[in-house]
C-alpha cells in the first residue's frame, strides 16, 4: 500500500484523535498540547482515506519539536504500523520519543525505536472508594484559589490548623480529572495525604469527572498515599532517545 504524511494541525485529525481517545480509554496525559498548539501533527493517508495521525511536541522546551508522543492507526492498517512510524521519524526527526506504557500501539513501538529508556511517572487510575478517617480533621474548599488551571483549591485542617492543600486540573480527555496536592513538611506521613486525595475524589466525582492521578517515579510517599486512597497503577510515562539498538542514538 501506498501511503503519504503531510503536516496538518489538531482540527485536521480530530476524528482520529476521537477514535484514539475513545478505544484506549485512559487519561492522556498530553492532551492539552493539543488544546494550547504547543504539537505539530502529521496526517497519514493513502489516496483519500486517512490512515491515523501522529503529534510531536518539544520535550523540555514548548518551542521546541523534538519529541514524538501521539501515534494512532485505525486497526485495519496496523499492519503497517513498523514502516509509518519509521517514516515520521524521517519526517520530523524526533530526539525523543515518549509513551504512556498503557498505550498498547505506541509503547510497541517505543520499544523498538527507543534508546536509554527510563520511567519518568507513575500513572494511576481509580480502583475503589475509601474510607479513611482522621480525627479532628476537616476538609473545605479555599475561599481564596489561586490555581490558575484548576477546579479551586481545596484545604485540609488538623485541630483547626491547614495542613495540607490541593485540587484538581480538568484540561485532560474527558471524562478525567488529574489530582495535585501537597501536605505540610511537618505533617507528612501521617495519614493526610491520603485523606485528601479521598476528598478530592469525591469533589471529582460531584464535577462530573472521573478520578486520575500521577507522580514523580521516585516519590514513595506520593505512590503510597494515592494506592493507600483507592488508586492503582495503571501504567508509566516512558521517554528513550529516539534510535534503535542497531544504530544507538
Known amino acids: 500500500m501506498e501511503w503519504k504524511i503531510s503536516k496538518t ?51 523540555y522546551r514548548r518551542e521546541d519539536r523534538d519529541c514524538i508522543f501521539e501515534f494512532y492507526l485505525k486497526p485495519p492498517f496496523r499492519e503497517f504500523a513498523d514502516e509509518i ?25 517505543f520499544f523498538g525505536n527507543a ?37 479551586g483549591e481545596y484545604v485540609l485542617e488538623h485541630n483547626g490548623e491547614a495542613v495540607a492543600s490541593g485540587g484538581f486540573l480538568m484540561n485532560y480527555n474527558f471524562p478525567y480529572a488529574d489530582i ?8 507528612r506521613k501521617q495519614g493526610f495525604g491520603s485523606f485528601i486525595i479521598q476528598e478530592l475524589k469525591k469533589e471529582i466525582y460531584h464535577a462530573g469527572r472521573v478520578p486520575a492521578a500521577r507522580c514523580n517515579i521516585r516519590n514513595l510517599a506520593s505512590k503510597r498515599a494515592l494506592l493507600k486512597a483507592g488508586f492503582t497503577i495503571c501504567g508509566l510515562l516512558l521517554a528513550g532517545k529516539a534510535g534503535t539498538m542497531e544504530n544507538g542514538s
Not at 498540547?33 to 504547543?38: D, I, K, L, N, V
Not at 517514516?87 to 498505550?103: A, H
Not at 495535585?180 to 505533617?187: A, G, P, S, T
Request: net charge negative.
Open 180 to 187: 495535585y496536592m501537597d501536605v505540610k513538611e511537618d505533617f
Open 115 to 151: 534508546v536509554d529508556i527510563r520511567a519518568e511517572a507513575v500513572l494511576f487510575a481509580e480502583c475503589y472508594t475509601s474510607s479513611l478517617r482522621l480525627s479532628g480533621t476537616s476538609f473545605r474548599k479555599n475561599s481564596a484559589p489561586d490555581h490558575p488551571a484548576g477546579s
Open 85 to 109: 512510524f519509521n517514516g515520521l521519524i524521517t519526517i520530523s526527526k524526533p530526539q525523543w520519543i515518549e509513551c504512556q506504557s498503557n498505550d498498547p500501539l505506541l509503547s510497541s513501538l
Open 9 to 59: 494541525n489538531s482540527l485536521g485529525v480530530e476524528d482520529l484523535r476521537s477514535q484514539f481517545l475513545a478505544e484506549n480509554n485512559f487519561q492522556f496525559i498530553h492532551n492539552k498540547c493539543h488544546e494550547y498548539g504547543w504539537a505539530d501533527v502529521y496526517l497519514f493517508a493513502s489516496g483519500n482515506q486517512s490512515l491515523g495521525y501522529g503529534a510531536v511536541w518539544g520535550k
